[in-house]
């Protein structure tokens, strides 16, 4: 039997490692981009966080890098910040650190690590190289995050397993998160995000910490075991301890910190309170209420029948024997018996984690793998062995994986059709000019998902990036996107000139979304000029005289910054 469980761990890890690869290159062919292509493909923070990876990568030696990222100038000039300790780039620094030494020791045995060829784009534009292997810095750090979460399907297989008492509930957890995959990760779109590297430690966080319940005596390597995966699962991610923090049953007041916009966040979703940072957030599509249709989701997949079942089972029998027990006092023999706090910690950490993800829909990553779980103690005798003896309890389990199989082969096939080849011409247009007609020291203001790019690609010095978690930040923001707001055009020039920027780039996009432009968020941060041409406007039809246009293509304009008493561009 542990032979066999063996083998289903790694064929779960595998499957799952190869899933990912597999809709990330239909996804964007990121085998046969160029390297800039591939580095415009991390968009947003992810270009931010991968462009300190190839700092590292760069640089004359380890510990060169290391020192650039502690004391970097460019991020948000022209202040130093140590970025290692601001956006939690310890993977970055271990996969740098093992991607030089794995090219150094190929290299020094004569042993090729990457293939390329030239790539015809057509359409009149020039060919591309593009490699492939894990000598190429791209292909050497996804294929890690790949690995990472192949194992962490180990790992819920191992979990699942464990939670039943039964090989079937680390099936039923496995398949229930293929069949739910969309509603269950985004690491095979995005993965240079701290969750990419965190959640899997969660996972062996969770498994450890149901042992330990189960232990009469825990054993020590177990408690050293999971203070480790605490530290692994808050090293990479910013937001792990609020993630903890549904485990404990108080919190602690720490005060007005660089953290209290999460409040604000929450306090805007049941009150009418609102305001730039609020804004900010609910205007993306993933910070909003969880959609109906993700509950049609699961209801299809049987996912959210089975969870009812089993919560309902766990509730019955904690309120009987919670009865007896209140005559009897035979606590011991209810822990032995039933295993009450595992699969009481487990049903408050699903309903902890729903509450989570109705109110923000980004974190039914965190719901959807956890229903999984508790999909597994469908399997489980103790729970359903008053049901029927045990071969007709399997029969009905694998009639119940015909019946998910349904609507869940349906859902991977919906995956495995996504295809696509990541082209971004317009970015690539700007970011050839800017590193052809700018000094290496020109400073830049604009978007935050653009200022992760130019950061990654032009390597210029950037004022505002979107790692928006920053108290400090988030006010620098408010200072750049004063170009998206109705203020008159010398008030927001002064202010880039006061955070030294040289050149501002500016999209159109930006102001004139429907529904939730930076012009309508900025009347609520601004009312007194609400009503007015948003300067957004004025600078797409002429930047002057506080402006000037230095480049423009159909996504596009930089500005040059004409400052006080001088025109000169450094």
């Avoid at 009347?523 to 957004?536: A, F, I, S, T």
């Amino acid at each position: 039997m542990r032979q066999l469980v063996g083998i289903q761990t790694a064929l779960a890890g595998l499957a799952h490692w190869y899933h990912l690869s597999y809709l990330f290159e239909n996804d964007r062919h990121f085998s046969h981009l160029s390297t800039l292509e591939k580095e415009m493909a991390f968009r947003t923070e992810m270009g931010l966080y991968y462009s300190y990876y190839k700092t590292i990568i760069e640089a004359p030696s380890f510990a060169s890098g290391l020192h650039s990222i502690m004391n970097d100038r460019l991020t948000e000039y022209p202040l130093v910040i140590n970025t290692l300790k601001r956006f939690n780039l310890y993977p970055e620094v271990v996969l740098a650190s093992w991607y030089r030494m794995y090219t150094s020791t190929m290299d020094f045995f004569g042993i090729s690590t990457k293939m390329c060829w030239s790539v015809n784009r057509g359409e009149g534009l020039s060919p591309v190289e593009s490699c492939e292997g894990l000598g190429d810095p791209a292909h050497f750090y996804v294929s890690f995050v790949f690995l990472l979460n192949g194992v962490m399907m180990s790992l819920f297989f191992l979990y699942g397993t464990y939670l039943s008492g039964s090989w079937l509930g680390g099936t039923t957890t496995v398949l229930c998160f293929f069949f739910n995959h969309g509603e269950s990760t985004r690491v095979m779109w995005t993965p240079p995000l701290r969750e990419s590297f965190s959640y899997p430690f969660l996972v062996l966080q969770m498994l450890l910490l149901t042992y330990i319940l189960r232990s009469q005596i825990p054993r020590r390597r177990a408690l050293v075991a999971l203070g480790v995966s605490n530290v692994l699962f808050m090293l990479p991610w910013q937001f792990a301890q609020f993630v903890l923090l549904t485990q404990v049953s108080r919190k602690q007041n720490n005060g007005k910190t660089s953290s209290a916009h999460i409040s604000s966040l929450i306090k805007s979703k049941f009150t009418s309170y609102k305001d730039f940072d609020t804004l900010m957030y609910t205007c993306a599509a993933e910070f909003d209420f969880m959609e109906r249709e993700t509950l049609f989701r699961f209801l299809r997949t049987l996912l959210l029948p089975i969870n009812l079942l089993v919560v309902t089972v766990i509730f019955s029998f904690s309120v009987f024997f919670g009865f007896i027990l209140n005559y009897l006092y035979f606590w011991l023999l209810f822990s032995m018996c039933f295993s009450s706090s595992q699969l009481v910690f487990h049903t408050l950490q699903l309903m902890a984690f729903a509450v989570l993800a109705v109110l923000i829909m980004r974190l039914k990553l965190f719901l959807t793998p956890q229903m999984c779980l508790m999909g597994s103690l469908i399997c489980s005798r103790q729970l359903f062995g008053w049901l029927t003896e045990r071969y007709k309890h399997q029969v009905m389990v694998f009639a119940m994986f015909s019946m998910m199989a349904v609507q869940g082969v349906s859902n991977l096939q919906a995956q495995w059709n996504i295809m696509g080849e990541f082209s971004n011409l317009p970015q690539e247009e700007l970011l050839q000019w800017i590193q052809d007609n700018t000094s290496p020291d020109s400073v830049f203001a604009g978007a935050m998902p653009t200022m992760a790019s130019v950061k990654l690609s032009a390597l210029r010095p950037i004022v505002n990036h979107p790692h928006y978690e920053d108290a400090g930040l988030r006010e620098r923001t408010k200072l750049v996107y004063a170009m998206y707001s109705r203020m008159p055009a010398d008030v927001v020039r002064k202010n880039l000139e006061k955070l030294q920027v040289d050149y501002y780039i500016l999209e159109d996009s930006w102001c004139t979304k429907p529904g939730c432009s930076m012009p309508e968020i900025w009347d609520v941060e601004d009312p007194k000029n609400k009503g007015k041409v948003p300067l957004c406007t004025i600078m797409s039809r002429d930047a002057r005289p506080h402006f000037i246009t230095v480049f423009q293509n159909s996504v596009y304009k930089v500005l040059r910054v004409l400052r006080t008493g001088s025109k000169a561009v450094r």
